[in-house]
Nanobody
């Protein structure tokens, strides 16, 4: 079983900062990449930021220069530092992990998701 546990969401004023964390635990061989997605009611879930096992990152254009993704490989944890938050950043943020797992004796890559954490930017 694989579990992703998120923390760090909440209410913040415009211009403020929040840091999200997501820890992966359970049975898997390795992590290919981890990332953060966000979803607003009525819209599709969209990539915010992603980081590979080698440290390569990519960001949504709307968060470049404001958000920073990082990871602690020893702790199987990914972080999202969000600065200069705007009301349009309000969403449920989901952690994603691309893991290599044992499926029927085969090493396969599978996506796993956290439960989501609410981020609200409002005065």
């Amino acid at each position: 079983q694989v579990q992703l546990v998120e923390s760090g969401g909440g209410l913040v004023q415009p211009g403020g900062s929040l840091r999200l964390s997501c820890a992966a635990s359970g049975s898997f061989f390795s992590i290919n990449a981890m990332g953060w997605y966000r979803q607003v009611t009525g819209k599709e879930r969209a990539l915010v930021a992603r980081i590979t096992s080698g440290g390569s990152t990519n960001y949504a254009d709307s968060v470049k220069g404001r958000f920073t993704i990082s990871r602690d490989n020893a702790k199987n944890t990914v972080y999202l530092q969000m600065n200069s938050l705007k009301p349009e950043d309000t969403a449920v943020y989901y952690c994603n992990a691309e893991l290599y797992v044992n499926k029927g004796g085969m090493k396969l890559r599978r996506d796993y998701w956290g439960q989501g954490t609410q981020v609200t930017v409002s005065s």
